[in-house]
C-alpha cells in the first residue's frame, strides 16, 4: 500500500499562478522529499525535509511538514509553462527502503 | 559526474519470456533500488542492494529478482514474464551508508510485454 498520497490527483493552472500539493502520509517518517518526473523518464529530486523540521524553502518552491497531522503541502510560486509535470511525495522510514504516493499531475498553461 | 545508466532503454517482449535489465549507479554510490511503475499502481519498491547484499525487498512474487555486483553494478531479472510486467523499471542510486537521503533516479527502462 502506499505511505504517501497526494491531493489533488491533477491540477490545471494558468502560467503565473501558485500551485499547492498536499501529500498525507501513514507511519512516522525520517523525512519527507519531493520529486519531479517528466512524462516517462527519471524521478528529478526537489527537496528534502527532515522530520524536525516544518518549512523549508528552495527556489520557488516551499514545503511544510506537519508531522502531528502526518502531512506535507508543496507550494510552487510563479508557475511557468515548464513546471509541467507529475509531482510525488517520498516517505523515508528506515529499512532502506523509500515509498511513493501516487503523484499529482500538474498542467500548467501558458 | 556521470548520472544512473539504465539499459535497454526500450524492450518488447512476449508472455513467458524473461528479461534483464541493468543499472550503472552513480560511481561512488554503493546502493542501488530498484522501482517498477505503472499507470495503475504507481512506483512500487521491488529490492535495494548495498555492497551485493540485498537489504530489503518489495512485496513482488519470486519471478522478480536481483543482483548487485562488486563494482555496485546492478541488474535485475523477471522470469515467465506476464502482460501485467508492461512497466517503467527506475534504478535508483545513492550513497547508502546513511538510511536515508536523497534518490538519484535512471531514465528507466520501459518494457513492454505482449
Known amino acids: 500500500s502506499q505511505q504517501g498520497e497526494e491531493d489533488p490527483q491533477a491540477l490545471s493552472i494558468q502560467e503565473g499562478e501558485n500551485a499547492t500539493m498536499n501529500c498525507s502520509y501513514k507511519?512516522?517518517?525520517?523525512?519527507l522529499q519531493w520529486y519531479r518526473q517528466n512524462s516517462g523518464r527519471g524521478l528529478v529530486h526537489l527537496i528534502l525535509?527532515?522530520?524536525?523540521?516544518r518549512e523549508k524553502h528552495s527556489g520557488r518552491l516551499r514545503v511544510t511538514l506537519d508531522t502531528s497531522k502526518k502531512s506535507s503541502s508543496l507550494l510552487i510560486t510563479a508557475s511557468r509553462a515548464a513546471d509541467t509535470a507529475s509531482y510525488f511525495c517520498a516517505t523515508d522510514t528506515g529499512g532502506f527502503k523509500t515509498i511513493f504516493g501516487a503523484g499529482t499531475r500538474l498542467f500548467v498553461k501558458a | 559526474k556521470a548520472g544512473v545508466t539504465q539499459t535497454p532503454r526500450y524492450l518488447i517482449k512476449t508472455r513467458g519470456q524473461q528479461v534483464t535489465l541493468s543499472c550503472s549507479p552513480i560511481?561512488?554510490?554503493?546502493?542501488v533500488s530498484w522501482y517498477q511503475q505503472t499507470p495503475g499502481q504507481g512506483l512500487q519498491f521491488l529490492f535495494e542492494y548495498f555492497s551485493e547484499t540485498q537489504r530489503n525487498k518489495g512485496n513482488f512474487p519470486g519471478r522478480f529478482s536481483g543482483r548487485q555486483f562488486s563494482n555496485s553494478r546492478s541488474e535485475m531479472n523477471v522470469s515467465t514474464l506476464e502482460l501485467g510486467d508492461s512497466a517503467l523499471y527506475l534504478c535508483?542510486?545513492?550513497?547508502?551508508?546513511?538510511?536515508?537521503?536523497?534518490?538519484?533516479f535512471g531514465e528507466g527502462s520501459r518494457l513492454t510485454v505482449l
Open positions: 535508483v542510486s545513492r550513497d547508502g551508508t546513511a538510511n536515508t537521503g536523497e534518490l538519484f
Open positions: 507511519t512516522s517518517i525520517n523525512n
Open positions: 560511481s561512488g554510490h554503493r546502493s
Open positions: 525535509i527532515r522530520s524536525n523540521e
